[in-house]
């Protein structure tokens, strides 16, 4: 009987990353879920419960901690994919986006916290797993990361370049023990972090519509499939043509 493969998923009680988990638990896939909420009963997966891990990757010990519970969640198996969904993107008063000019040093910290520093944390705690699975990361950049964007604040788009940075890194570090590195970059796709004013945005896209979040998971999962077998070190836009 072949072995069932193993996500672990951040960030994953919501819009890509709900759309994530049910894509890959239909292709078989045993998904271990984290987020800071608890599980929601609601979501219509197998097995769901057991497989979540509660941790606010803004606290780094709670994520340094939740390497060790991941690893006793997968008894001594090979983990063949990490995704690092979990982005925050805080707002001022009414919604306002955050500038350089406003956003704190807390708040800098706990965009970063989550955006960025979690992804090389838990990809280098469970280096080992990975490479027994010869697997492959994916870190959920955005559009943000390379340009000004409307809504997105500062620390937020800052933080998103650093991570595809990281990616190109991770990928040149990883690569010599068989696990694959990439990121994917979302542009304007229909969740709850929408912003109002989103639509002035859609009319500009060349194909005049919004992402769904299904289209950014089947994304992610061609990224950990074998049909990525020899992607490694890249950032694939999926944002219907909104960065050219």
């Not at 993107?89 to 800098?108: C, H, I, M, Q, V």
């Not at 696990?179 to 972090?193: D, S, W, Y």
């Amino acid at each position: 009987m072949p072995e069932q493969p193993t996500l672990l998923l951040t960030g994953a009680s919501r819009g890509i990353g709900h759309a994530t988990v049910k894509r890959f638990s239909s292709e078989g896939w045993r998904v271990i879920s984290c987020s800071r909420q608890p599980f929601d009963e609601r979501c219509p997966w197998p097995g769901g419960a057991d497989n979540h891990l509660q941790v606010d990757l803004a606290d780094p010990k709670q994520t340094i901690a939740a390497i060790d519970k991941v690893k006793a969640m997968l008894r001594g198996q090979k983990l063949h994919a990490l995704v690092n969904n979990a982005g925050i993107s805080p707002k001022g008063e009414n919604g306002a986006r955050l500038s350089t000019l406003d956003t704190d040093l807390s708040t800098w910290g706990q965009v970063f916290h989550v955006n960025f520093f979690a992804s090389v944390v838990l990809a280098r705690g469970l280096k080992d797993e990975l490479a027994a699975a010869k697997g492959a990361v994916v870190n959920v950049t955005s559009i943000a990361g390379v340009r000004v964007h409307p809504f997105a604040g500062a620390a937020y788009a800052t933080s998103k370049a650093a991570l595809a940075a990281l990616t190109r890194e991770m990928a040149h570090d990883f690569g010599p023990l068989g696990v694959r590195v990439n990121a994917l970059a979302p542009g304007e796709v229909e969740t709850a972090i929408l912003s109002p004013g989103t639509d002035k945005i859609v009319n500009t896209l060349p194909l005049r519509r919004l992402g769904q979040p299904i289209e950014v998971a089947d994304a992610i999962y061609f990224l950990c499939s074998d049909k990525s077998s020899y992607i490694s070190g890249t950032e694939i836009e999926v944002n219907g043509g909104q960065h050219v």
